[in-house]
């Protein structure tokens, strides 16, 4: 089992920034990778940006160069920095884990995008 716990969300103005962050406890694969999706109201979740314990990356090409994820040196925490926010970025932002057998998500934190 591993637990996500996800902080940092809230509510900023367009163009501004947030920096989510999810610890990840419990027995990890060695290889694995972690990150974040997103959903709106009324719209499938969909993949913002992961990464994995090696350092290869994938974000949606709606945030690209907008967020940068990143991973502690124990690889069992991964950031979510955002700049530039939008307001087509409100939703909830889900942390997620995935290694060959597992898949586990967090409870969710809120991102609200406006003036």
């Known amino acids: 089992q591993v637990q996500l716990v996800e902080s940092g969300g809230g509510l900023v103005q367009p163009g501004g920034s947030l920096r989510l962050t999810c610890v990840a406890s419990?027995?990890?694969?060695?290889?694995?990778?972690m990150g974040w999706y997103r959903q709106a109201p009324g719209r499938q979740r969909e993949l913002v940006a992961m990464m994995t314990t090696i350092g290869n990356t994938n974000y949606a090409d709606s945030v690209k160069g907008r967020f940068t994820i990143s991973r502690d040196g124990a690889k069992t925490t991964v950031y979510l920095q955002m700049d530039n926010l939008e307001r087509e970025d409100t939703a909830v932002y889900y942390c997620?884990?995935?290694?060959?057998?597992?898949?586990?998500w967090g409870q969710g934190t809120q991102v609200t995008v406006s003036s």
């Open positions: 997620n884990y995935l290694s060959a057998n597992h898949e586990y």
């Open positions: 419990g027995s990890m694969a060695s290889y694995n990778s």
